[in-house]
């Protein structure tokens, strides 16, 4: 990365934060720190930063409020972090828009490693620009993965960078069936080493999205039982 990029860390715990920011920074990042959560979520707002690492409990503003915040106005990759292990916590943090869960206590140098992973997917699908618009369309819906837009019945969509990749990956590989662990290394790039609620939670959000009657009986992704996930064409 030429460019340092600049990384917004909102974590109460002052030796917490302040580790993960030596970390982060002999990696080459700048790193800013708040421990308040309203300050937390108006300078990540305000300010422009590449990835936001936000612990869930805080004062002023718990980090589900901030993620959803951001979210609604910013597409960067946010890392909840937490010490509570409850996967209804991952679930709805990863169901606001997160794109990372980690619970406490975790090394600093998987946290880097994670960071980095984040920003490289995340600087790849900017730069990822063709000549011309590559399109799937199947059934009434319409995916383009130049632009990164998707229509269902010419109604456009809006999806997070992480819904799109998943959505994307399906769809160009018909009636192949992914096991969770398959489609986590694919679209997070890294092994699941626990993390395969992220996958179920994205897959919900698709076919809330995407889907007439997503519950009972879907139109594009099937639930291939004691298997994976099946995009079916």
Partial sequence: MDEKKKILIVEDEESIAELERDYLELSGFLVDIEADGEQGARRALEQDYDLLILDLMLPGKDGFE??????????????????????????????????????????????????????????????????ENSTIEIRGL??????????????????????????LFLASHPNHVYTKEELFREIWKMDSVGDIATVTVHIKKLREKIEQNNAARPQYIETIWGVGYRFKV
Wanted: aromatic share 6%; glycine share 6%; charged share 35%.
């Fill in 142 to 167: 319409r995916i383009d993965s130049t632009a990164r837009r998707v229509w269902v019945n010419n109604e456009e969509v809006g999806f997070t960078s992480r819904e799109f990749d998943l959505l």
């Fill in 66 to 131: 901030i993620c959803r915040e951001v979210r609604e106005q910013k597409d960067i990759p946010i890392l909840m972090v937490s010490a509570r292990r409850d996967d209804i916590d991952k679930i709805r943090g990863l169901g606001l828009g997160a794109d990372d869960y980690m619970t406490k206590p975790f090394s600093a140098s998987e946290l880097v490693a994670r960071v980095k992973a984040h920003l490289s997917r995340y600087e790849r699908l900017l730069g990822s620009g063709r000549e």
